[in-house]
């Protein structure tokens, strides 16, 4: 008999297999001669499966010769779980099952009809298991006369329970296209550390490294000029700078004419009139000093740069700094001064705009300082939106131009597509909250993404309802979140 409830329970499952996923509550019976029920809840709680129902025992009317078993049983279809049975028994049947059975087990509330109650209140626990995230329970109920002959039996479904799926914020990330640039000015800079005979103030190439150091200048200048179709050289900017060792007069003269001469050295390499070649110089250079003590490990740092940023005269200063720290002077000037004799560079050019994005993919590996970051955007906007090559290229964009607030807007965007929080938190951070650019309501709905995808729903949704109508996705959002029940849960 156990292994037809079982079958027939199962049988009943695959036969309603349209049931909804919101719980019913069924108090007409299927079974005519069965009993009935209402109030029928199945409620997970603290590690099992509560069931509560309210049976209606007057209507099955059992005879002294017959039985009623009611059977509630959890199943999903492929598993199940019987709960604690009822018997409802004739007296005569009754007895003899006391005859022939002894008192029923825990599992079986065995009731005479002549006294059973009309109602009662049925409540039973089972552990939870996975599979009753979407179950049902059924009622089996079966009517028998003696000999067990079966008079007739019925299986209905009584409630259904399926695991609520937790609300999670469905972001629409906004990025900004940035606008265009007219012109692609550039600037490349460097130094280059040039070596000079004693007391000598001309560029000999020939002579230590002076060659490979010249080279870093022509050497991209003539890449640049030998792909006219993508760059138009405008200019070179030279700037000599000479150490502090020696007199003010003697470096002003040195640093003025290894200049000139680095300039005419670079013109007859490049063999191009049409390079405008600017020069200027810094005769004795005491910033690079500063920096220099700052960064080092010198005893007396605090005073000698105290004296190195004072305002003595260069001569007076060097003189200084020998007389009251002789020790620490000495190992400037082997350490730091050779390293401020050198020449600084700027080679202004031109880049053409790119219109294929395949082209500017390219790039985006090879040469990104050519782009613009409109060009960075079209080659993102060409990958999949969230996809590892569209946050990668976001993430360089940002490093070529990383004070620019679309730049650092649109990565954090493409962070918080990725999953990455603590990235798109740091990025955010650095835009304002209260700007009056046109992108400012972009900023903030950002922040509201953010906020919600961290669960911070209360707050997200003022700052999404105080951009609502200027960034329609804010509404949106602000709908997303009022129908997902969260606000209404956090304000009680």
């Known amino acids: 008999m156990k292994k037809y409830i079982l079958l027939a329970v199962v049988a009943a499952f695959c036969a ?47 005879p002294k010769k017959e039985s009623l078993d009611i059977y509630p049983v959890l199943t999903d279809g492929t598993h199940s779980v019987k709960l604690p049975a009822i018997g409802i028994y004739g007296s005569n049947r009754y007895y003899k099952y006391l005859r022939e059975n002894g008192n029923p087990k825990k599992d079986f509330k065995l009731l005479n009809a002549k006294n059973a109650p009309a109602s009662e209140h049925y409540s039973a626990k089972v552990p939870y298991e996975s599979w009753m995230d979407n179950c049902q329970l059924l009622l089996q109920q079966t009517r028998r006369e003696c000999c067990n002959k079966s008079l007739g039996q019925g299986i209905q479904t009584l409630a259904g329970y399926t695991k609520p799926v937790p609300f999670k914020f469905q972001p629409d990330f906004q990025y900004v296209q940035p606008v265009a640039e007219a012109v692609k000015n550039r600037a490349e800079q460097g130094e280059a550390y040039l070596a000079y005979a004693v007391g000598k103030s001309a560029v000999v190439e020939s002579f230590k490294d002076n060659a490979a150091e010249i080279a870093k200048i022509t050497d991209f200048v003539k890449v640049l000029r030998n792909n006219p179709d993508e760059y138009k050289v405008k200019g070179i900017a030279l700037k000599g700078y000479a150490s502090p060792d020696g007199s003010y007069a003697v470096n002003e003269k040195l640093a003025k004419a290894r200049t000139e001469s680095l300039k005419a050295v670079i013109s007859k390499a ?82 053409v705009p790119y219109v294929d994005v395949n082209q500017i993919k390219e790039k985006v590996n090879s040469n990104p300082k050519d782009l613009s970051l409109n060009e960075f955007f079209m080659a993102a906007n060409s990958c999949p939106a969230g996809s590892p090559e569209f946050c990668s290229i976001m993430e360089k964009a940002l490093t070529q131009y990383p004070s620019n607030e679309i730049a650092i807007l649109n990565a954090a965007n493409s962070a918080m597509s990725a999953g990455d929080m603590e990235r798109a938190e740091q990025l955010l951070s650095k835009l304002p909250d209260n700007g009056t650019s046109k992108q400012a309501p972009y900023f903030t709905y950002a922040k509201a993404v953010c906020m919600a995808i961290n669960g911070k729903y209360a707050k997200a949704a003022q700052l999404f309802n105080s951009i609502k109508d200027k960034v329609p996705a804010a509404a949106k959002a602000l709908d997303q979140l009022t129908k997902g029940g969260v606000l209404e849960l956090m304000s009680k």
């Open 16 to 62: 309603s297999a349209a049931y909804a996923q919101n719980p019913v509550n069924r108090t007409a019976d299927v079974f005519t001669k069965g009993v009935k029920t209402s109030n029928v809840t199945l409620n997970p709680q603290g590690g099992f499966m509560n069931v509560e129902m309210d049976i209606d025992y007057a209507s099955a009317a059992v």
């Open 270 to 351: 490049l063999g191009d009139r049409n390079i405008p070649v600017s020069t200027s110089y810094v005769a004795e250079d005491w910033d690079g000093v500063c920096k220099w003590i700052e960064s080092s490990s010198l005893d007396k740092k605090d005073e000698i740069l105290a004296i190195a940023k004072g305002d003595l005269k260069p001569d007076a200063k060097d003189k200084k700094l020998s007389s009251a720290y002789p020790v620490q002077y000495k190992q400037i000037k082997n350490e730091c001064y050779p390293s401020l004799r050198r020449a600084g560079y700027v080679v202004d050019y031109e880049v």
